[in-house]
Nanobody, 123 residues
């Protein structure tokens, strides 16, 4: 089993920044791709960003390209999401997810999920 724990959410004004963290524990050797999704009230969960095991490949949703950056530490067990130039429409619960295989932009293939961290951007 793998456990994912997110942290770093909060309330920020439009144009501000936050850094989210996701710490993985347990059978982390089974993990490959780690990703971030978000879900706003009344909306479906949507892909934000993902990173390959080595960190050499990343993938972003068009809505966050140029503003968000995903990275992971050398051990590969902690993933970060740097959120810059935040907009009110970025308000959502942000979830960390992990799976054994390659990057996917849909939630279904991901086996492991964190509990989520709230990001609220005020205008």
């Amino acid at each position: 089993q793998v456990q994912l724990v997110e942290s770093g959410g909060g309330l920020v004004q439009a144009g501000g920044s936050l850094r989210l963290s996701c710490a993985a524990s347990g059978r982390t050797r089974s993990l490959a791709t780690m990703a971030w999704f978000r879900q706003a009230p009344g909306k479906e969960r949507e892909f934000v960003a993902a990173i390959s095991p080595s960190g050499g490949r990343t993938n972003y949703a068009d809505s966050v390209k140029g503003r968000f950056t995903v990275s992971r530490d050398n051990a590969g067990n902690t993933v970060y999401l740097q959120l810059n130039s935040l907009k009110p429409e970025d308000t959502a619960v942000y979830y960390c997810a992990a799976r054994q295989f390659t990057i996917s932009q849909t939630p279904a293939p991901y086996n492991y999920w964190g509990q989520g961290t709230q990001v609220t951007v005020s205008s």
